[in-house]
């Protein structure tokens, strides 16, 4: 962009309407201490495997392809589950998790849960496929995942989805409130 020449005439203008100017004689300048930023707690590294209890879910039997999943804890009463199978309660989040390795599908089951306690979701589905391509006709994900969400201290209760969303390749799962969401609750 080129600088417009500036005339006598405008040069007259301005001069009247800023008026009389007096230069500064004093060569104080303030000086400004920059601010410290404010202290925030350092992230810390979550142990997402803290949340699994050990031994909680010794003696279940390997699932087949078609088997389908059924969990409730202690506690809850029955008609929970129903309402679960039923698709009674709105799904807030999902997952799919079919085609991981195993290690990798536990990683990001335990991180997806947290998160979803953290963020005040409820129910949520996770898709672990069928297991038709696993060795021996037996599903390894939906064999650890059950074995998982049993052990999971978030997990009120688990089922196969309807056929429409799944069937015998995901879940809904009903997780527990977070505190402090109770505490909003209870107000």
Known sequence: MKKKPTTTQDSKLFRQAVGKVMPIKAQQTAELTPLKPKPFPKAQDLDLEEKLANGFASGIGPLQLEDSLSFLTPGVQKNVLKKLRKA???????????????????RQLLGFLHACVENGKRCV??????????????????????????QHRDVLAFCSSSPKRGGTGAVNVLL???DKYRKQDDA
Do not use: C, Y
């Open 125 to 150: 589905h996770i898709i672990h496929g069928k297991g038709l391509r696993s060795p021996d006709q037996l599903p390894v994900l939906k064999n650890q995942l059950n074995l998982w969400l049993r």
């Open 176 to 178: 527990r409130l977070a």
């Open 88 to 106: 009674t309660f709105d799904l807030d989040e999902e997952i799919d998790l079919h085609g991981l390795s195993s290690q990798e599908a536990k």
